[in-house]
């Protein structure tokens, strides 16, 4: 058993995905976050001796609220954050590790997603639009799903799967706790970057993701996704509560809900006062 990595994953109203996941875990101890309406998975779970803990929250906290509980029970210099939905073979995960032990400023490591064109890349206050240098150009190369050659520093990688040094996470507050899904690993990035610490893709670490798979597809979860990736957002640009955009945005989602509700177009519709109850969360009780 691998004494220097801990492996975190979330679960929430979760399919039988994970146990793919965990093929290639056997050798790593592992943490789960019981998010709330597993109980059929968590039994079976129970039958894996490498899995040390099953924490059960009260509620559903959100992801990074819920890797942030995991963390307070990490005793590793590192740990590994995994979707379950993400399948990350046992070779990689050693590859990742070399990675962060070898380089004393890397905060993250991680592998090349070869079926997600967002795998790495700038941060988002870093546009398409913006003149860069041959660095910059490098790292906006996941706009094309291109596979680094060696490894390389990005400032951006997916929140599927992210190899942390424990040190530096609590160093920088952990994930933010304003975010309950989405963008928090965007922040994260953002506040190792400031601390000048790096995050570092590997080309010979590959993972496969089955993105979306991880939760069974109910309503609940279909708004959640829309009323979160609205949401955070506003949280990562510290978005002007009274300002008149917000107001602009406000009364754009209203009457797209209605002018597609007129239509029947009841799917549309849903979204559009997702998106509006969401931006008027953010107003006013946030």
């Given at each position: 058993m691998n004494n220097e990595l801990t492996v975190i994953i979330v679960l929430y109203n979760s399919t039988n995905i994970i146990f793919e996941c965990l093929k290639s875990l056997s050798n790593f101890s592992i943490i789960i976050v019981d998010n709330g309406?597993?109980?059929?998975l968590l039994?079976?779970?129970?039958?894996y001796s490498n899995i040390k803990k099953i924490i059960k929250t009260k509620k559903n906290l959100g992801f990074g609220n819920a890797v942030n509980l995991a963390f307070d029970h990490i005793k590793t210099e590192f740990f590994l954050v995994l979707n379950p939905?993400?399948?990350?073979?046992?070779n990689s995960i050693v590859e990742l590790l070399k990675i962060s032990k070898a380089d004393s400023n890397c905060a993250i490591s991680a592998p090349y997603i070869s079926t997600d064109k967002d795998s790495y890349s700038m941060l988002p206050e870093y546009g398409k639009s913006i003149v860069r240098n041959e660095d910059q150009f490098r790292s906006s190369q996941m706009l094309d799903n291109l596979?680094?050659?060696?490894?390389?520093?990005?400032q951006v990688t997916k929140g599927c799967v992210l190899l942390i040094n424990s040190k530096y996470f609590n160093d920088v507050g952990m994930f933010t706790k304003d975010y309950f899904l989405f963008w928090e690993e965007v922040d994260l990035c953002r506040k190792f970057k400031k601390?000048?610490?790096s995050v570092i893709i590997s080309s010979k670490a590959v993972a496969f993701h089955k993105e979306g798979t991880s939760a069974k597809k109910t309503l609940s979860v279909y708004i959640t996704r829309i009323y979160h990736s609205e949401k955070s957002p506003l949280y990562y640009y510290k978005a002007k509560k009274n300002s008149i955009s917000m107001y602009v945005l406000l009364i754009?989602?209203?009457f797209r809900s209605?002018?597609?509700?007129?239509?029947?177009?009841?799917?549309?519709?849903l979204k559009n006062i997702v998106k509006?109850?969401?931006?008027?969360?953010?107003?006013?009780?946030d």
């Open positions: 309406k597993n109980d059929k039994s079976k779970l129970n039958n939905d993400l399948i990350l073979e046992e596979k680094p050659s060696g490894n390389f520093c990005a601390k000048k610490l754009k989602y209203f209605v002018s597609y509700l007129c239509i029947f177009n009841l799917k549309n519709s509006l109850s969401a931006n008027l969360s953010y107003i006013f009780f």
